[in-house]
């Protein structure tokens, strides 16, 4: 969708202390698929693609999909990473994560030895097969999804919880940016 869109990742991937860069990604019917990972506080529903399904062309709450901005993580589907960085930290982990994880394991690697990752809007990319890729078709698939998932979690979640990029007066479920967390004396676990 956008012409010069390697350009833009590119030259983010090239700033001094950035280590990864991903794009906007929208289905064919123009609704967002990616626009950064959220990491979330619970092992069974630990990560969720920032936007998905909503109109492509919308900003997303105050914007943010419309901006620049750094993330926890972004989709292997498209993502600039300078070679000697990348290389560096031992690339995707097909062993550990062989169909769903190996990207945002990348990304938390990238964030650990100290570099940012960054979600750019200028690059806007259509990402077609992603819908049709049968996420849950199957209960094995489920199975394998669920186990990366935990994975994740096992190995992540005590340095990148509570995600750093959240506002953490957002409700932790559902749809980021959604809806605000209950107040705190309304919350279950007083």
């Not at 990616?34 to 900003?59: C, Q």
């Not at 972004?74 to 062989?98: H, K, N, S, Y």
């Not at 489920?142 to 994740?152: E, F, I, N, T, V």
């Amino acid at each position: 969708m956008s012409q010069d869109w390697l350009d833009e990742l590119v030259s983010r991937a090239l700033q001094s202390g950035v280590g990864a860069v991903g794009c906007r990604l929208l289905y064919e019917d123009g609704t967002l698929q990616h626009a950064g990972f959220v990491a979330r506080e619970t092992a069974d529903d630990f990560l969720t693609h920032e936007g998905v399904g909503e109109e492509g062309s919308e900003g997303g709450y105050l914007g943010r999909h419309a901006l620049v901005h750094e993330t926890s993580a972004v989709t292997g589907a498209c993502i600039a990473v300078r070679r000697e960085l990348f290389q560096a930290l031992g690339g995707f982990d097909a062993v550990q994560f062989p169909i769903d994880g190996n990207d945002v394991d990348f990304c938390f690697r990238v964030r650990d030895a100290g570099y940012s990752v960054i979600y750019t809007p200028y690059a806007t990319l259509y990402h077609l097969k992603s819908k049709t890729r049968g996420y849950g078709a199957t209960e094995a698939a489920r199975d394998k999804a669920q186990q990366s998932l935990a994975r994740l979690w096992e190995m992540w979640s005590g340095k990148f919880t509570p995600d750093p990029y959240y506002n953490r007066h957002f409700d932790r479920t559902g749809q980021p940016f959604s809806r605000l967390r209950p107040p705190l004396e309304s919350r279950a676990e007083l």
